[in-house]
């Protein structure tokens, strides 16, 4: 079982709805990850946080809006979604500055109609 | 920010054939390397990783890969492939000390019987 965990697994939204998609982890990491993954593409960096402070926005446009409320959760509010927004949304936790190595959820995937 | 480029964007494979999955970074200086692999609509699982040290690293179900500085390459290499071996493989790179993994493009292996 993945020691990060994603709600919800599936979410269907049209594009004047706003809804969050959450994560959380329980292993003390201190940096958390959004990647966002269409089909047959590598993930690609949304967000980073480390000790629950943005540290990097890959220009990600504003329709997304990251939140990490303490160190164990890390929340992505969606607000008037494109459908080309439709993807596997990935959460990953780290223990930051360490080894590197991320811990993935099992995704959300969504759709914008 | 580093990046990765992994050569074959599918591999089939016959059952216990070996098998040889590409991967080259794109900078000499120190770097942390990464295994990832991904089941059908699951997140990403480490396969392993080279930090530092020895330039084998190995993982629990057979698979390894080398760390090759001169050739900035990380290929990953079983000897005898089985049926769940079939997944999309992703290589990954990282500065030490900063959290911003970057993936290759994949490698879709598919293990025949």
């Known amino acids: 079982d993945t020691e990060v965990t994603q709600t919800p697994k599936h979410l269907v939204m049209g594009m004047t709805n706003k809804k969050s998609l959450k994560c959380e982890q329980h292993?003390?990491?201190?940096?958390m990850y959004w990647y966002k993954q269409k089909a047959k593409k590598p993930p690609e960096l949304m967000f980073v946080?480390?000790?629950?402070?943005?540290?990097i926005n890959e220009s990600v446009p504003s329709r997304f809006s990251p939140e990490c409320p303490n160190s164990s959760l890390l929340n992505l509010h969606l607000h008037a979604l494109q459908p080309e927004d439709s993807a596997l949304y990935l959460c990953?936790?780290?223990?930051?500055?360490?080894?590197?190595?991320?811990?993935f959820g099992e995704g959300s995937r969504l759709t914008v109609l | 920010a580093q990046s990765v480029t992994q050569l074959d964007s599918q591999v089939p494979v016959f059952e216990e054939a070996p098998v040889e999955l590409r991967c080259n970074y794109s900078?000499?200086?120190?770097?942390?390397l990464f295994w990832y692999v991904q089941y059908p609509n699951q997140g990403l699982q480490l396969l392993l990783k080279?930090?530092?040290?020895?330039?084998l690293v190995e993982s629990i179900n057979g698979f390894e890969a080398e760390f090759n500085k001169s050739q900035t390459s990380f290929h990953l290499r079983k000897p005898s492939v089985h049926i769940s071996d079939t997944a999309e493989y992703f290589c990954a790179v990282s500065d030490p000390g900063v959290n911003d993994m970057r993936f290759g493009a994949g490698t879709r292996l598919t293990v025949k019987p």
């Open positions: 900078s000499s200086v120190s770097v942390y």
């Open positions: 080279y930090l530092s040290g020895s330039t």
């Open positions: 946080y480390s000790y629950e402070k943005l540290s």
């Open positions: 292993m003390g990491h201190r940096a």
């Open positions: 990953a936790s780290s223990s930051a500055f360490t080894t590197g190595e991320l811990f």
